[in-house]
C-alpha cells in the first residue's frame, strides 16, 4: 500500500550520502560541510536509501584481482585455481538466472511490482514490456542481478501484471474455472437464454461479478439498452446501430464548423490521453472511434457538451464488447484487423451504453458541474460521521475533501484504478438500480477507509495529497474490488441516508 510509496521515495536521486564517486578523488572528511536541509522532504529528496542501492565499493573490493606477493607462500597456486573455478562458477549461475529471468518475463509479463510509481510516467512499453528511460539506462547489469537475488529471498506474491487480462482475471490462459464458478455461468446463460430475461434475478447475480464469456450481452441488458425480450433485441440492435451511423453522417462533418471547432478540439487532445500506458487506446482507429463516440454525444447533449473525463466512461464498454471477438492480448490486439461491421457494431453499442450511463448522472457535467460538488459534500460529511479521526486529520492539515474526490467523482475511480478492476467494479454498479450515480458515494467512502492506516500516519498537507491522489493499487485485482464493495454494501445499509442528510 502506502508502504510502496515511502520505499520509492527514497530512489529519486542516485547519490547516496557518505559515498564517493569512483571517478573523482575522495575528499578529506573533515573538510566535508553539510547543507542543513530546509525541510524535511527537500532532506529526503538529497538523500536515498543505502540499503536499495547496491555497495558498489564493496563489490570493487571483492571482485579485485589479489596480486601473488601478497598471499603467503604455498597459497599462490591454490588462490589461483579457487579463484578461477569461483569465477567460473559465478559465471555459470548468472547465465542460469539471466535465462531463467528472461523466461518468466516473457511468460507471466512485466513486474512492476518494484517499479517506482514517479518511473511508470517515463517509461515506455512493447509489445505489453515496460522499458525504461534514458534516465534509468545508467543502472549496471549487475545491479539487476543483485535486485533480483534480493527478491528471491523475500515471500512469493502473484503479481498482477499492469494492463495484462485487461477485460478479467479469468481470461484465456487462466486456470480452469473452479464448480461454483462453472455453476454461476451456466445461470447466467440459462437466464440469458429466457424468452424474457428476468432483470431483477440478473441483477442480482451480477452483483457479485459477471463470467467474461457473458457480460457483453448482460451489460447491454443492464444498462437499458437492449430488451428482456429475446425476440426483440436484434431488432433494436440494428435499429439502434443504424441510428447511431445515421448521427455520424448527419453530424460529424460539422466538427470544424465555427460553432462545434473547439469541442472537437478539446476531445482530439484528450483522446491520446485515455489510458496511455495501454497501446490498444493508441492506435489510430480506436482513437478515431473515441473522437466519434465523444463528439456526437456532446452535440446531442448541448446542456453539458463535452467535459474533460467523459472519454474514461467509454473505455469499460469497448473492452467489454471488443472482448466478444478478442480471446487474449486484447491490450495489443489490432482493431483494425477486425471486419468493418464488427468495428462498427463495437463503436455503435459503446455509444449507446455509455449514453444511457450519463443519463443518470448528467448534472455532473453541466455548468459548475454541480453533481458533482454535491457528491463531494455528501462525501465528507458521511466521512465525518464514518469515521471522525479521518474527518478530523483532513482538519488538522487543511485537506479538502474537493481537492482530491473531485477526481473519484468525474472519473468514477477509473483513475484510481488499473482498468480490469474498473470492469469489475461496474458489473456491480449496473447490478445497483443506482449504481453509478447513488452506490458510488458508499464506494468512495469505503475507498478512503481502506487507506485509513497510510492516511493517518501523513502528517502534512503535500504528503496526504500526493497519497490520495496516488494510492497504490496497481496490483489490484478481482478480491480486493470484491471487498471494496462489500464495504461499501455495509456502508450503504448503516448509512443509507447519507445524500439526504446533508441537505437537512
Not at 509489445?127 to 539487476?144: D, P
Not at 476531445?267 to 472511434?289: G, K, S, W
Not at 479521526?389 to 488499473?418: C, S, T
Request: aromatic share 10%; net charge negative.
Amino acid at each position: 500500500m502506502a508502504t510502496d510509496n515511502r520505499v520509492h521515495f527514497w530512489r529519486r536521486n542516485a547519490k547516496v550520502p557518505g559515498r564517493f564517486s569512483k571517478d573523482t578523488p575522495k575528499p578529506m572528511l573533515n573538510n566535508l560541510k553539510s547543507k542543513k536541509a530546509s525541510s524535511f522532504h527537500e532532506f529526503a529528496r538529497s538523500t536515498n536509501d543505502a540499503w536499495d542501492i547496491d555497495d558498489e565499493e564493496d563489490e570493487d573490493f571483492l571482485s579485485a584481482p589479489v596480486h601473488p606477493s601478497s598471499l603467503p607462500s604455498g597459497l599462490h597456486s591454490t588462490h589461483h585455481q579457487s579463484s578461477q573455478q569461483s569465477q567460473e562458477q559465478e559465471e555459470e549461475e548468472e547465465e542460469e538466472e539471466e535465462d531463467a529471468c528472461t523466461a518468466d518475463r516473457l511468460a507471466e509479463g512485466p513486474d512492476l511490482q518494484d517499479v517506482p510509481e514517479e518511473m511508470t510516467e517515463e517509461c515506455g512499453q512493447v509489445n505489453g514490456i515496460v522499458v525504461k528511460s534514458n534516465s534509468e539506462a545508467h543502472l549496471s547489469t549487475s545491479s539487476v542481478r543483485s535486485t533480483l537475488q534480493k527478491q528471491k529471498s523475500l515471500p512469493v506474491r502473484q503479481i498482477i501484471p499492469l494492463v495484462a487480462r485487461i477485460s478479467d482475471q479469468n481470461a484465456s490462459g487462466a486456470p480452469p474455472m473452479t464448480v461454483r464458478e462453472k455453476t454461476r455461468l451456466d445461470k447466467f446463460k440459462y437466464l440469458l437464454a429466457c424468452s424474457n430475461t428476468d432483470l431483477e434475478e440478473l441483477r442480482k447475480h451480477s452483483w457479485s461479478g459477471i463470467p467474461r464469456e457473458v457480460r457483453p450481452i448482460t451489460w447491454r441488458l443492464l444498462s437499458g439498452y437492449l430488451p428482456a425480450n429475446m425476440e426483440r433485441r436484434d431488432l433494436v440492435l440494428r435499429r439502434k446501430r443504424d441510428e447511431y451511423f445515421g448521427f455520424i453522417e448527419q453530424y460529424y462533418h460539422s466538427r470544424t464548423d465555427e460553432h462545434f471547432k473547439d469541442t472537437y478540439r478539446q476531445i482530439h487532445i484528450d483522446i491520446p490521453r485515455t489510458n496511455p500506458l495501454i497501446p490498444l487506446f493508441q492506435q489510430p482507429a480506436v482513437q478515431e472511434v473515441f473522437e466519434r463516440i465523444l463528439f456526437i454525444w456532446a452535440i446531442r447533449h448541448p446542456a453539458s457538451g463535452y467535459v474533460q473525463g467523459i472519454n474514461d466512461l467509454v473505455t469499460p464498454f469497448f473492452v467489454v464488447f471488443l472482448s466478444e471477438f478478442v480471446e487474449e492480448d486484447m491490450e495489443n490486439f489490432d482493431v483494425a484487423s477486425l471486419p468493418l461491421d464488427t468495428q462498427r457494431n463495437i463503436e455503435a453499442d459503446s455509444f449507446w451504453c455509455m449514453n444511457k450511463l450519463l443519463d443518470g448522472i448528467q448534472d455532473n457535467y453541466t455548468f459548475a458541474q454541480p453533481g458533482i460538488q454535491n457528491k463531494v459534500k455528501a462525501l465528507e460529511e458521511l466521512v465525518s460521521r464514518i469515521d471522525e479521526d479521518i474527518h478530523g486529520h483532513f482538519l488538522k492539515y487543511e485537506v479538502e475533501y474537493l481537492q482530491f474526490a473531485f477526481r473519484w467523482m468525474n472519473n468514477l475511480l477509473m483513475r484510481e484504478l488499473p482498468l480490469r478492476c474498473t470492469i469489475r467494479l461496474w458489473d456491480t454498479y449496473q447490478a445497483e438500480s443506482e449504481g453509478f450515480s447513488h452506490f458510488h458515494l458508499y464506494v468512495c467512502a469505503a475507498f478512503l477507509i481502506e487507506w485509513r492506516k497510510e492516511i493517518l500516519s501523513m502528517v502534512d498537507f503535500q504528503g496526504l495529497l500526493m497519497l490520495l491522489q496516488n494510492l497504490p493499487t496497481i496490483h489490484w485485482g478481482n478480491e480486493e474490488v470484491g471487498l471494496l464493495l462489500a464495504e461499501a454494501y455495509r456502508l450503504k445499509y448503516m448509512f443509507a441516508d447519507a445524500p439526504n442528510h446533508y441537505k437537512r
